[in-house]
């Protein structure tokens, strides 16, 4: 068993990873449930493991009642907010009663953002489903919905209270969906961590064949590096934790562009922006070129998008920046970018041209 402490001050947690604990799920959740019947938020692709998370729980004497919303990004909506919301209030959650949140990004932003005002806040566990979720949504506490303009326009920071993460329940996970959560993990080795990044070019093809050495390394080294820049940075209001953030403008963009659809997974979407946010660094003499050809020629090899064409959108520059204009890093106008100096060596750079952009993705 591996445990890595997100160090929060009064709103630390862990994060337990080891195979098979959701079986064991219990022993962690008893203690948070105050002798009271748990919610379970899932979807309806999760099924098989609600049943496994449920069964533990019964055996320990320990009622539970599970909520099984649509899956899908659409799910990140007002209405899915509206109806979670009154059933939990239907269902009695009180302010220091835990919901558990079992799934993916989706199950697990839309909880976190239900718990952040259900009764002014309640607390939540996070049981991450997919990989995307394991590495990196289920830590940190950025909980969110979309809106019409845009992608978790409407959020809060609300740290769950503990994160579970079981690798085999990724044994049912769709390649596809494995492949989009890869994307999150090879972030952080191009944020700040090359060795890494060689690790993900040698490993890459056995983590995505499930092999369980390669899976549980990559998702405790990227849970590890999540609560290390979380802890320096909860809010994003020093630039730490923004660096999270490296491929998402160009990908919210092109997420926006899919209406936020299955056409476009997120992971993909932020494949395909770190391969441009690396081809614009090189383009503009910041990065080496062979650095951002080394990036999308691992990300193509792997399959997934690395630039708009491959991500299947068809939109031209204005339209694409358009979308950028409501990203949440916006600064009194401003919009600074997440560009690279290389291969791990990820910055901040607030003097981007909006213009340049517009040129560089209509090139
Ligand atoms: N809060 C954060 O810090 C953060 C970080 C990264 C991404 N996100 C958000 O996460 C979301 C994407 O998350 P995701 O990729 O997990 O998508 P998702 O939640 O839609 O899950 C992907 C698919 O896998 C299914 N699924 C989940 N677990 C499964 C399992 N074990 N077996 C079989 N099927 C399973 C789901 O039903 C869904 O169809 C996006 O909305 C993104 O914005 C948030
Ligand atoms: O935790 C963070 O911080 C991240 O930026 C992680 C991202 O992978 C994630 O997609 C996040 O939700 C994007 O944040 P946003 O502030 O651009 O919505
Ligand atoms: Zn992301």
Known sequence: MTTIPVAL???SYDVVIEAGVLARAAEW?????????????????????????????????????????????????????????????????????????????????????????????CGFVQI?????????????????INSRAGKN???AFHQPALVLIDPDVLDTLPLRHVRA???????YGLIDDPAFFDWCEANAPALL??????????????????????????????????LLNLGHTFGHALEAEAGFSDRLLHGEGVAAGMALAFGYSAAHGLAPAIDAERVAAHLRAIGLPDDVATAGIAADGETL???????????????????????GATFLDTSVDLADVRAFLDA
């Open 321 to 343: 920046v358009a979308h950028m204009l409501h990203d949440k890093k916006m600064d009194a106008g401003t919009l600074p970018f997440l560009l690279a100096r290389g291969i």
């Open 209 to 242: 064949a499930g092999d369980s050495a390669a899976r549980a390394y990559a998702i405790a080294h990227s849970v590890a590096a999540k609560a290390r820049i979380v802890a320096e940075d909860e809010r994003e209001t020093t630039g730490k934790r923004a």
């Open 29 to 121: 959740l008893k203690p948070l449930s105050r002798g009271r019947r748990m919610a379970i938020v899932t979807d309806e692709n999760v099924l098989q493991h609600l049943a496994t998370l449920q069964a533990s729980l019964t055996a320990a004497g320990v009622e539970s009642e599970a909520i099984v919303l649509p899956p899908g990004e659409g799910t990140k909506s007002w209405a899915m907010l509206e109806q979670l919301t009154d059933r939990l209030i239907d269902l009695g959650i009180e302010r220091g009663d835990h919901v558990v949140a079992l799934g993916g990004g989706v199950i697990g932003d839309l909880v976190g953002f239900a718990c952040s005002i259900l009764k002014r806040g």
């Open 9 to 11: 001050g009064s709103r």
């Open 128 to 144: 991450p489903t997919t990989l995307l979720a394991q590495v990196d949504s289920s830590v940190g506490g950025k909980t969110a």
């Open 181 to 187: 959560g890869y994307a999150e993990v090879v972030k």
């Open 153 to 155: 326009l409407v959020g």
